[in-house]
């Protein structure tokens, strides 16, 4: 009987290592697809809009939102362990989503802001005269 157990639990170890590579595996293959999925999605708007600065927004955007809403999940999350509020997990998980997600493109809207007026500021203070001098620096 002893026996049969180890033999029972030998194979259960091996196969629940086996379901952690497989898992492991197939997490490290979406997170993959996923930034393939925004890189091409933000090289797509900047050929077709022939500004890469639109690309550069896209990609901002993207990125704040993706790494929005698992923020703002686990911040929900926090919140209702702290202060023990007994609600449904879905719908904790759900309202962080949404509030992460709102948060993330905030942020980028003030990142696009803040960018474009320091480009205007710049533009601004450098002369034409200036800019061919660093230019001739440069090349």
């Not at 002893?2 to 030998?10: E, G």
């Not at 999605?41 to 050929?47: N, P, T, W």
């Not at 077709?48 to 955007?61: G, N, Q």
């Not at 809207?109 to 480009?119: G, N």
């Amino acid at each position: 009987m002893a026996l049969f157990a180890l033999i029972f639990l030998v194979v259960a170890l091996i196969l629940i290592g086996v379901g952690i590579v497989v898992g492991l595996m197939v997490c490290g293959l979406a997170a993959v697809l996923v930034a393939v999925g925004v890189l091409s999605s933000s090289i797509v708007v900047g050929l077709l809009t022939r500004r890469p600065l639109a690309a550069v927004r896209v990609l901002l955007f993207q990125c704040a939102l993706l790494a929005g809403v698992p923020s703002g999940v686990l911040c929900a999350w926090l919140v209702s362990y702290t202060l023990a509020t007994g609600s449904s997990g879905w719908l904790i998980s759900l309202y962080g989503a949404v509030g992460g997600a709102v948060a993330g493109v905030v942020i980028a809207f003030l990142l696009d802001f803040i960018i474009r007026w320091l480009h205007t500021w710049a533009a601004a203070k450098l002369t034409d005269r200036t800019r061919r001098r660093i230019m001739n620096r440069v090349a």
